[in-house]
């Protein structure tokens, strides 16, 4: 199964953990939601390129790097203060 996504500005509360929804549609036309939390960028030296695109697509979020011990990079969702309503 293949699914084209592509970031909003929505955060969610998903069993305590804060995710982005991305809206997407499968091959087949089935229009999906996916709660992202964390994004695994397999090419290390395409993370700084992944996260100019990522910033400009939904604007209003901040995004950290978290580089667990094992050397993967991860791109965490973080919610913005100005969120917060």
């Known amino acids: 199964m293949l699914i084209q ?3 909003t500005d929505t955060l969610s509360d998903v069993d305590g953990v804060v995710c982005q929804l991305w809206n997407g549609v499968t091959q087949t036309g089935i229009g999906v ?4 939390h964390q994004i695994f960028i397999v090419d290390a030296k395409q993370v ?3 996260k100019r695109e990522w910033v400009k697509t939904s604007p209003r ?3 950290r790097m978290v580089k667990p011990e094992a050397g ?3 791109i965490s969702i973080k919610p913005d203060d100005k969120l917060t309503e």
């Open 72 to 74: 993967e990079n991860l």
């Open 48 to 50: 700084k390129q992944f």
């Open 33 to 36: 939601g996916v709660f992202v």
């Open 61 to 63: 979020l901040k995004r």
């Open 5 to 7: 996504m592509h970031p």
